[in-house]
């Protein structure tokens, strides 16, 4: 028979795997890459900035609209998040696993 602490964190591990997956494809769904801004001759001309590898593409996305760099500040701070939220909740999922490793019953 299992103990109540047990199955309470075995319940809170089963939790804890179902946020991060939802962590995992929230930060999928995301455009990747952030907008760059870069002066040329007195202009400001935008940047697509991307990782492919070990190298870092700029893709030339010209004069941006302010609702479209708006758009991409809105998504560097979601994805800031959801890599915050992801990195809590795989540090509570390995201590979960720990604790549930135990052959004593609570």
């Keep these: 028979m299992r103990g109540v602490i047990k199955g309470v964190l075995a319940e809170e591990l089963e ?5 991060k997956k939802g962590y995992e494809s929230a930060l999928n769904k995301l455009p990747k890459g ?7 001759k007195g202009h400001k001309y935008y940047y697509l900035v991307q990782r492919k590898g070990n190298s870092i593409k700029y893709l030339y ?6 609702k479209e760099i ?5 998504i560097k701070v979601s ?27 609570i």
């Design 15 to 19: 939790n804890s795997l179902r946020m």
């Design 61 to 66: 996305k010209g004069k941006v609209s302010l």
């Design 34 to 40: 952030c907008l760059s801004a870069k002066n040329i």
């Design 79 to 105: 994805r800031a998040r959801y890599r915050n939220l992801l990195s809590k909740v795989k540090r509570q999922v390995r201590f979960l696993r720990s604790s549930l490793r135990g052959k004593e019953p």
């Design 70 to 74: 708006n758009k991409y500040k809105e």
